[in-house]
Nanobody, 126 residues
Framework: QVQLVESGGGLVQAGGSLRLSCAAS????????MGWFRQAPGKEREFVAA????????PYADSVKGRFTISRDNDRKMVYLQMNNLKPEDTAVYYC???????????????????WGQGTQVTVSS
């Protein structure tokens, strides 16, 4: 079965960095675009970043643009989220998700994604 397993979350001070990883199994990874989403306490899950199958297209939420970088390694079936200059408002559970797509099509809508990981907690202290 398909599994997405996130890791790399933790507690960090404002201005610090974290790198999230997502390991995929049970799917033809190169045929899926990948996304990172997050959900803060009491808020709805929101889009953070996505990456196309080849890695050539990487849209970001405005709130993280210039601070976060998404990347992928198709050989290792991994997707990453490098988070720099973290802010307290970045505190959330971060989820990795997979979306079967054609070519370079990318979605930022939650309901377009087929598979989800269990999430990893990121806490940024002020």
């Amino acid at each position: 079965q398909v599994q997405l397993v996130e890791s790399g979350g933790g507690l960090v001070q404002a201005g610090g960095s974290l790198r999230l990883s997502c390991a995929a199994s049970g799917l033809t990874f190169s045929r899926y675009s990948m996304g990172w989403f997050r959900q803060a306490p009491g808020k709805e899950r929101e889009f953070v970043a996505a990456i196309s199958r080849s890695g050539g297209n990487t849209p970001y939420a405005d709130s993280v643009k210039g601070r976060f970088t998404i990347s992928r390694d198709n050989d290792r079936k991994m997707v990453y989220l490098q988070m720099n200059n973290l802010k307290p408002e970045d505190t959330a559970v971060y989820y990795c998700a997979a979306d079967w797509t054609i070519s370079s099509v990318l979605h930022i809508e939650i309901n377009e994604y087929d598979y989800w990981g269990q999430g990893t907690q990121v806490t940024v202290s002020s």
